[in-house]
């Protein structure tokens, strides 16, 4: 199970996802557990950067009805390592600002990752890297590491506050993919606040400051928005799926109903 905030927020990025098929080449299913750990482990991190690693399950093949469903018309199969099977687990494997975090800590590697293989040439197939008080947009640098990487590249983009030495950088070009944002326009007042609140609240999140904000994480900064991209180190984009424990896309009814 996962809470009912992150549910809506996959249900609505699933949506925008059927609605943006044409726009990728591919796809890749993550359970929504797995999100759920992602966010946990980012938010715990705040104000550094985390590497995480993530390997398919190979006994849980994407469901044909979904595949059919978020097909594009120029959809290319065998592009990467893992295509076609939800992702099985997730590994935190560092921590540390923008120029340390891409590369492995010792404790990660072995005589058989020679430096041919790159700074992730590790055993993952896929990574996924956050970007705090950034968006989800590859950078020359996340684009040089992705070249090691035998599946995708995942990027959390996290808007928070106070940034610190990290105000929020949004001078950037690329496809934007919020994943989950506050639509209030200002924070309530007086008695009813929290009666005003949006009800999609995760466990890490407290009371907020005036700002519009989701919550607060549990290192004390609020935060305002999520955003999530996946990419091969082709430079095509790659569509992500919040899978739940059959394989179903969260907001799977609405999907289903919407293309009939």
Known sequence: MVE???????????RASLEKKESYVASLHMPGPILADLVDWCFQSLPDEILVGLEV????PHRDEVDELFRAGDHRFDLFAGQG?????????????????HHLPEEWTDGLFTESRGARGARFTHWLHT????????SGADADAAQSTEGVDLILGVDFSPAGPLPWYDDIEGERRPLAKDEQKGEPE?????????????????????RPVLGKAPTGHSIHGLELIAFHRSGVGINVIFVDEDGLPYGWPFLSDATK
């Open 131 to 138: 970007h705090p008080n950034a968006p989800a947009i590859p």
């Open 190 to 210: 007086a008695e009813n606040a929290d009666a005003n609140r949006p009800r999609w609240r995760s466990r890490f999140f407290g009371r907020s400051d005036r």
């Open 85 to 101: 099977f939800v992702i099985g687990e997730a590994h935190l494997v560092n921590r540390g600002d923008s120029y340390s975090v």
């Open 57 to 60: 399950d190979n006994s849980k």
């Open 4 to 14: 009912e905030w992150l549910a809506r927020a996959m249900s609505d990025y699933n």
